[in-house]
């Protein structure tokens, strides 16, 4: 499918995507599969939901990542609570947690977009019902906040899900083809920065391993929770946004006292957005900070890559087998993430 340069250069942005649900019981839980499960491709014509299970939305958010998915041959089914309110929430916990349950659950619905990031997420990971995730697979995707959810799901069923943008993101054409390639056309995919992006390398090498990430400010509140992965020999990837320096020397050493860090075969971070310190000549910068944590563990790390708070995005399987070149910064998609 091709989509006309003229409208996917343009930043299309959007805010925003239960019923009553009683906790889920973990004992009811199924299973995970031995090998992760791969949910089906986009296609044209297909239906998607757009919920919200995180921070509130205002519909005319929604507007301009209607006219993106409509460009992308999309359909849209909004949630049925995506534009409620509780507080700085899209809702209560229980109906937004059953949003998510039941956009897995909708035979009409083949791929699951979040609107908002924020917070929230974290809220409703007790009521997800994991089995109906696992019987019925799908692409879900999103980031910041969403990370949560996209970990939690990985971790408790085995599904493949998607760090990528979310209903505010901007979607530029960097971004859309990204998605195109990974989603729609199930390629194996190497992800590449756009050229006006740099990386620093921080030790160069190769490394493979399933790729496991997000937001590093919800990875390290998750942390003894029971909602993370197996970290042994995969390769972590995180970004961050509005976070000072020192508070990801914070994260970062949370990650390393919690054994995180030394089971990894491979490390990128991706962007810091508006992580500049107040009092740069008090503080350690960025890079002196990933040098510190990263270099010792003797992986193949670098930093910048085209993840994050940022215009341009890629689209990144969580639980799929990948290759890292911290050389070049580029990551490798070993097989096709969606059947």
């Given at each position: 499918?091709?989509?006309?340069?003229?409208?996917?250069?343009?930043?299309?942005?959007?805010?925003?995507?239960?019923?009553?649900?009683?906790?889920?019981?973990?004992?009811?839980?199924?299973?995970?599969?031995?090998?992760?499960?791969?949910?089906?491709?986009?296609?044209?014509?297909d239906t998607?939901?757009l919920?919200?299970p995180a921070?509130?939305?205002?519909?005319?958010?929604?507007?301009?990542?209607?006219k993106?998915?409509?460009?992308?041959?999309?359909?849209?089914?909004?949630?049925?609570?995506?534009?409620?309110?509780?507080g700085?929430?899209?809702?209560?916990?229980?109906?937004?947690?059953?949003?998510?349950?039941?956009?897995?659950?909708?035979?009409?619905?083949?791929?699951?977009?979040?609107?908002?990031?924020?917070?929230?997420?974290?809220?409703?990971?007790?009521?997800?019902?994991?089995?109906?995730?696992?019987?019925?697979?799908?692409?879900?995707?999103?980031?910041?906040?969403?990370?949560?959810?996209?970990?939690?799901?990985?971790?408790?069923?085995?599904?493949?899900?998607?760090?990528?943008?979310?209903?505010?993101s901007?979607?530029?054409?960097?971004?859309?083809d990204?998605?195109?390639?990974?989603?729609?056309?199930?390629?194996?995919?190497?992800?590449?920065?756009?050229q006006?992006m740099?990386?620093?390398t921080?030790?160069?090498?190769?490394?493979?391993?399933?790729?496991?990430?997000?937001?590093?400010?919800?990875?390290?509140?998750?942390?003894?929770?029971?909602?993370?992965?197996?970290?042994?020999?995969?390769?972590l990837f995180?970004?961050?946004?509005?976070?000072?320096?020192?508070?990801i020397?914070?994260?970062?050493?949370?990650?390393?006292?919690?054994?995180?860090?030394?089971?990894?075969?491979?490390?990128?971070?991706?962007?810091?957005?508006?992580?500049?310190p107040?009092?740069?000549?008090?503080?350690?910068?960025?890079?002196?900070?990933?040098?510190?944590?990263?270099?010792?563990?003797?992986?193949?790390?670098?930093?910048?890559?085209?993840?994050?708070?940022?215009?341009?995005?890629?689209?990144?399987?969580?639980?799929?087998?990948?290759?890292?070149?911290?050389?070049?910064?580029?990551?490798?998609?070993?097989?096709?993430?969606?059947?």
């Amino acid at each position: 499918m091709v989509i006309p340069r003229r409208y996917l250069l343009r930043t299309f942005g959007l805010t925003a995507i239960g019923t009553q649900l009683l906790p889920i019981a973990q004992s009811n839980i199924l299973p995970k599969s031995p090998t992760p499960i791969l949910p089906r491709r986009l296609q044209l014509g297909d239906t998607v939901a757009l919920i919200n299970p995180a921070a509130f939305a205002y519909e005319k958010e929604v507007k301009p990542f209607l006219k993106a998915a409509e460009l992308l041959g999309l359909k849209i089914k909004l949630g049925e609570h995506f534009y409620d309110r509780y507080g700085y929430l899209a809702g209560k916990d229980a109906d937004r947690a059953a949003d998510v349950n039941n956009a897995f659950a909708d035979s009409s619905v083949q791929a699951i977009f979040t609107g908002m990031g924020g917070w929230g997420c974290g809220r409703i990971l007790p009521l997800l019902d994991y089995n109906i995730i696992r019987n019925n697979p799908k692409i879900i995707i999103g980031f910041s906040d969403v990370t949560a959810l996209l970990l939690a799901i990985h971790t408790k069923t085995n599904l493949v899900t998607f760090h990528g943008p979310l209903g505010v993101s901007s979607w530029s054409y960097f971004t859309v083809d990204y998605l195109k390639k990974v989603l729609f056309d199930a390629g194996a995919v190497t992800c590449q920065n756009p050229q006006k992006m740099d990386i620093e390398t921080i030790r160069e090498g190769k490394a493979r391993g399933k790729l496991i990430g997000g937001n590093l400010s919800v990875i390290s509140t998750m942390i003894g929770s029971g909602y993370l992965p197996d970290w042994q020999n995969n390769i972590l990837f995180v970004e961050e946004v509005g976070e000072e320096v020192y508070r990801i020397d914070r994260m970062l050493t949370q990650l390393k006292l919690a054994g995180i860090l030394d089971q990894i075969s491979g490390f990128i971070f991706g962007q810091c957005t508006k992580c500049d310190p107040e009092t740069p000549k008090e503080s350690l910068t960025l890079t002196q900070v990933l040098s510190d944590h990263i270099r010792p563990l003797k992986i193949p790390a670098w930093y910048g890559s085209a993840i994050g708070h940022i215009r341009d995005k890629f689209t990144l399987p969580i639980g799929q087998e990948v290759e890292i070149d911290a050389g070049y910064g580029t990551i490798r998609l070993l097989e096709p993430a969606v059947n």
